[in-house]
T-cell receptor, first 110, second 113 residues
Framework: RKEVEQDPGPFNVPEGATVAFNCTYS??????FFWYRQDCRKEPKLLMS???SGNEDGRFTAQLNRASQYISLLIRDSKLSDSATYLC???????????FGAGTRLAVHP | DGGITQSPKYLFRKEGQNVTLSCEQN?????MYWYRQDPGQGLRLIYY???????QKGDIAEGYSVSREKKESFPLTVTSAQKNPTAFYLC????????????FGDGTRLSIL
């Protein structure tokens, strides 16, 4: 079983739609979680950290459920520019080891 | 501007050749990392370094070597022992404080001639 698992998609949604991505992690000792965005043939860029209480940044909302070892990302009012691959990432270990999911691809169409 | 610079952007390797990928950061980060990304897969950790003159193997270190002689620099050598080197290589850095996210350079694409 992979340490961080994501639905690969693709999710094809129209502009303005709300879309949710889910992610599960297997290591209960994981300490922190992040969502990164990766455009085609580019480096990953930090989208947001994920806090236990849930957090929101504009149109993006991240949630963490430690009991179920589950992380989610909600994107409201999708824009064409949101088209990318979204990477779920768990941080564990004393040396800030990041464990990456394989990513979920989002395609927003007009 | 502060950031992480990787070079070259594209690199081609001949059979039996060693090649070195450069990674420089001016963020004053202590920790630096090298990842490999294959199509449709997540990033996999090759090597990491928490401090100058020290580095540790990641999950897929075989066929690679690194050095950390300066805080700003963490070059990666892909040796001839790495039989499947074609991939997208990403360098990252972070503050040494725990729970800090990593920030990435824009990557090097390595291909076999």
């Amino acid at each position: 079983r992979k340490e961080v698992e994501q639905d690969p998609g693709p999710f094809n949604v129209p502009e303005g739609a709300t879309v949710a991505f889910n992610c599960t992690y297997s290591n209960s000792a994981s300490q922190s979680f992040f969502w990164y965005r990766q455009d085609c043939r580019k480096e990953p860029k930090l989208l947001m950290s994920v806090y236990s209480s849930g957090n929101e940044d504009g149109r993006f909302t991240a949630q963490l459920n430690r009991a179920s070892q589950y992380i989610s990302l909600l994107i409201r009012d999708s824009k064409l520019s949101d088209s990318a691959t979204y990477l779920c990432v768990a941080l564990s270990g004393g040396y800030n080891k990041l464990i990456f999911g394989a990513g979920t691809r989002l395609a927003v169409h007009p | 501007d502060g950031g992480i610079t990787q070079s070259p952007k594209y690199l081609f390797r001949k059979e039996g050749q060693n090649v070195t990928l450069s990674c420089e950061q001016n963020l004053n980060h202590d920790a630096m990392y090298w990842y490999r990304q294959d199509p449709g897969q997540g990033l996999r950790l090759i090597y990491y370094s928490q401090i100058v003159n020290d580095f540790q193997k990641g999950d897929i270190a075989e066929g690679y070597s690194v050095s950390r002689e300066k805080k700003e620099s963490f070059p990666l050598t892909v040796t001839s022992a790495q039989k499947n080197p074609t991939a997208f290589y990403l360098c990252a850095s972070s503050r040494q404080i725990s729970n800090q996210p990593q920030h990435f350079g824009d990557g090097t694409r390595l291909s076999i001639l």
